[in-house]
């Protein structure tokens, strides 16, 4: 079977590495890939946003199975446009990726289905926002509705951080993914991430693992797309996992087929670990990004084949993934300037050499300049790596970014350190 793989990140690196060594997989193009997808793929020049290109490119490469990476083309229909003449698309149709597109909307669900998560205000207008905000104890988290590159959320400690936060949003600052806003409660907690692979009616985990969300050693700084992740995380027990599954992520999918929008794809459930029980922080409907690199380095099982048949909606008919033991983690080297204006193309050297030591070298941003491998984006590698515990898949990943010769890159020095605190302490 031919296979299309669309997106550009990490993420899609991870992705294709893996498709590529599935039974099932003949041919894998990406578009548009990057210098490590095409380790693995064919790059083609296509659009995502322009369906009928990718329609007619699919019917001429006689391609089965389209993996759709990030949510920009989910949320515009992609997937519908390609399931409306019979290709088999890995991931969700426009309506039920509002989960991650529209957070009032998933609000609005979690309301109706008793579905555990902070309470909340949806507000359309500057002034309704004002008014709300009186209702809620300080701290409190203020979202854009829509889809805003991971900046429209707004943890305010402060009663003038929230106003400036609710006025940055209805400035029109975020297009059209800030018509709407969401106030919200404040939770507190340890965050976790958890996965589940769902074609509509079956649900199987797939994981778990905690992101490292600041830019800076510590969790300081400003928000960034993930510095770092590692997985399993531990925090999320069988017991807490169990939980999230039948209170949160089962009760989601029943109900988005109940009300007519057929949720299949991934399903990733940003939690809190709180006190009183896992609540729902929000949903993506894609697999997260540098998340996805250490899950597809412990998934033990052919990937091509479990999205084939979720897209298929046969996922019943399969064994439940299965995962090394071992823990994988991986440290996101970004261009200095990140998450800010980064500075691309800094010249790139070392991943044989950091691979030698074990390590598997994802590429994110890069790109190639006159033959030499450069720095194109932001997120520039991810350095995985496997090992028996947090802490020495730290170090081993450590060790292997200490071969990467980027000198216009850094990373954060600590990725795992809650987990390799407790293993200190254990
Ligand atoms: P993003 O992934 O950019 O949407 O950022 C959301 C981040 O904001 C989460 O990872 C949490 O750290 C934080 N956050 C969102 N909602 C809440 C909440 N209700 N309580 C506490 N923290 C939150
Ligand atoms: N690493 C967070 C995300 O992919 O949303």
């Not at 969790?219 to 925090?235: K, L, Q, R």
């Amino acid at each position: 079977m031919n296979i299309l793989l669309v997106g550009s990140g990490g993420r899609e690196h991870a992705l294709a590495w893996k498709l590529a060594q599935s039974r099932l997989c003949t041919k894998l193009f990406a578009c548009p890939g990057n210098p490590g997808v095409a380790e693995h793929a064919e790059l083609v020049a296509l659009d995502p946003a322009d369906h009928a290109a990718v329609l007619a490119f699919c019917e001429s490469e006689q391609i089965g199975l389209v993996v759709v990476g990030p949510e920009g083309p989910l949320v515009d229909g992609l997937a519908d446009s390609l399931r409306s003449v019979g290709v088999a698309v890995f991931g969700p149709g426009k309506a039920a990726a509002q989960l991650e597109g529209s957070k009032a909307f998933t609000k609005e669900l979690c309301a109706r289905h008793n579905i555990p998560t902070a309470a909340f205000k949806r507000v359309a207008s500057l002034d309704a926002a004002l008014a709300a905000l009186n209702g809620f104890p300080i701290p409190v988290v203020i979202k854009a509705d829509g889809l805003a590159a991971g900046k429209g959320v707004t943890v305010a400690m402060t009663r003038t951080e929230a106003e400036e936060a609710v006025r940055e949003i209805f400035s029109g600052r975020f297009g059209a993914a800030g018509a709407e806003a969401v106030i919200e409660e404040f939770l507190e907690g340890e965050e976790a991430s958890f996965f589940a692979i769902t074609d509509g009616h079956t649900v199987v985990p797939f994981g778990s693992a905690q992101d490292h969300k600041r830019v800076g050693d510590g969790d300081t700084g400003p928000n960034t797309g993930g510095m770092g992740a590692y997985s399993p995380a531990p925090v999320l027990t069988p017991l807490l996992e169990g939980e999230a599954l039948e209170r949160i992520v089962v009760p989601t999918v029943r109900a988005m087929a109940e009300e007519g929008m057929p949720y299949s794809g991934v399903l990733y459930a940003g939690l809190m670990l709180t006190p009183t029980g896992v609540q729902l922080i929000e949903y993506n409907c894609r697999f997260g990004d540098p998340e996805c690199q250490v899950l597809m380095q412990r998934y033990d099982g052919d990937l091509a084949e479990l999205m084939l048949a979720t897209a298929e909606n046969r996922l019943g008919t399969l064994p439940a993934p299965r995962f090394s033991d071992q823990t994988a983690l991986t440290v996101v080297m970004a261009a200095e300037g990140y998450p800010g204006t980064p500075r691309t193309g800094g010249a790139i050297g070392g991943i044989a050499a950091a691979e030698a030591e074990g390590a598997k070298v994802f590429h994110a941003g890069t790109a190639l300049r006159e033959g030499r491998l450069v720095a194109g984006g932001g997120r520039v590698l991810n350095v995985t790596a496997l090992g028996d515990s947090v802490s020495e898949a730290q170090k081993l990943a450590y060790a292997a970014v200490n071969k990467i010769d980027f000198p216009e890159g850094f990373c954060r020095h600590d990725i795992g350190w809650r987990e390799v605190e407790r293993e200190a302490m254990s």
